[in-house]
């Protein structure tokens, strides 16, 4: 099993930045994807961004130049460094962990509301 534990979420007005955490712990495989996504109300979760245990990155269009991911693989974390965040940012964020066909683990989720 793997645990997945958010922190950074908060309310920011548009142009402000935040940064969300999360660290995994348990049965984590040394090759794994790591990101976040997205759910606003009435709308389908979606991806963020992820980068692999390899280092390869994708971002969705409507945050690139303005959100980085980044990560700590010997302590298991991922980072999102979220700037210039627009009112259309607001969701709850939510970490994913996928091993591959061994399993896909996700967070809680973390709030994130951007005021105009």
């Known amino acids: 099993q793997v645990q997945l534990v958010e922190s950074g979420g908060g309310l920011v007005q548009a142009g402000g930045s935040l940064r969300l955490s999360c660290a995994a712990s348990g049965s984590i495989f040394s090759f794994n994807t790591m990101g976040w996504y997205r759910q606003a109300p009435g709308k389908q979760r979606e991806l963020v961004a992820r980068?692999?245990?390899?280092?390869?990155?994708v971002y969705t269009d409507s945050v690139k130049g303005r959100f980085t991911i980044s990560r700590d693989s010997p302590k298991n974390t991922v980072f999102l460094q979220m700037d210039s965040l627009k009112p259309e940012d607001t969701a709850v964020y939510y970490c994913h962990l996928s091993r591959g066909s061994w399993g896909d683990y996700w967070g809680q989720g973390t709030q994130v509301t951007v005021s105009s």
């Open positions: 980068v692999s245990s390899g280092g390869n990155l």
